[in-house]
């Protein structure tokens, strides 16, 4: 069965920093693996996503993802965070042709000014 | 606008009754999803369809009840038999089954 781990339940990072947001799945094969944000009492908006190719995935917003496959990680990453980031970020993994999405428990994003 | 409605935003439901939260979208979307999120444990799959007339369970399908008859609608039941109902309801939409989910603004179900 395919799985997600989200290491860091919260994360505080000051406007302007660099931001890694950490997420590890299991899953046999190649996996599709998304990356969403919700802000409060609000729906998920897909950030990124990786299908095949190239491991280096650009997303909105300025986040970008890098798919490890030999450390079957997936984590988004930002230059400079910005505070109306402030959020929760879920990582997903989905099984290809198929319709389930396992997604982690989430990260809560705090940015201090 | 294209995109996924959920009415209503917040509902509230009496011991013993069951409520029907709505599903609307205007993708042409093949596929059609609902979740359950509470805090702390992510998102759950409730229920499914891939195509008009077809669902399927998802991983916590006891005490929900599901219909697609039209292609842009997916409403979903929560009965009386779900004993713990309070949570975040999250519809989805995929283009067809495996493609990319986009959601909805969500319903926040409560319990009198």
């Known amino acids: 069965a395919q799985s997600v781990t989200q290491p860091d339940i919260h994360i505080t990072v000051s406007e302007g920093a660099s931001l890694e947001l950490r997420c590890n799945y299991s899953?046999?094969?190649?996996?599709?693996l998304f990356w969403y944000v919700q802000s409060p009492g609000q729906g998920l908006q897909l950030l990124l996503k990786?299908?095949?190719?190239?491991?280096l995935v650009q997303g909105i917003k300025g986040f970008e993802a890098e798919f490890k496959r030999s450390q079957s990680s997936f984590n988004l990453r930002k230059p400079s965070v910005h505070w109306s980031d402030a959020a929760e970020y879920f990582c997903?993994?989905?099984?290809?042709?198929?319709?389930?999405?396992?997604f982690g428990t989430g990260t809560q994003l705090k940015v201090e000014l | 606008d294209g995109g996924i409605t959920q009415s209503p935003k917040y509902l509230f439901r009496k011991e013993g009754q069951n409520v029907t939260l709505s599903c609307e979208q205007n993708?042409?979307?093949?596929?059609m999803y609902w979740y359950r999120q509470d805090p702390g444990q992510g998102l759950r799959l409730i229920y499914y369809?891939?195509?008009?007339?077809?669902?399927q369970k998802g991983d916590i399908a006891e005490g929900y009840s599901v219909s697609r008859e039209k292609k842009e609608s997916f409403p979903l039941t929560v009965t009386s038999a779900q004993k713990n109902p309070t949570a975040f309801y999250l519809c989805?939409?995929?283009?067809?089954?495996?493609?990319?989910?986009?959601f909805g603004p969500g319903t926040r179900l409560l319990v009198l």
């Open positions: 989805a939409s995929s283009p067809f089954a495996g493609e990319t989910q986009y």
């Open positions: 899953y046999g094969a190649t996996p599709y």
């Open positions: 990786y299908f095949s190719g190239d491991t």
């Open positions: 997903a993994v989905g099984a290809g042709g198929g319709n389930k999405l396992t």
């Open positions: 993708l042409n979307h093949d596929a």
């Open positions: 369809s891939q195509i008009v007339n077809d669902f």
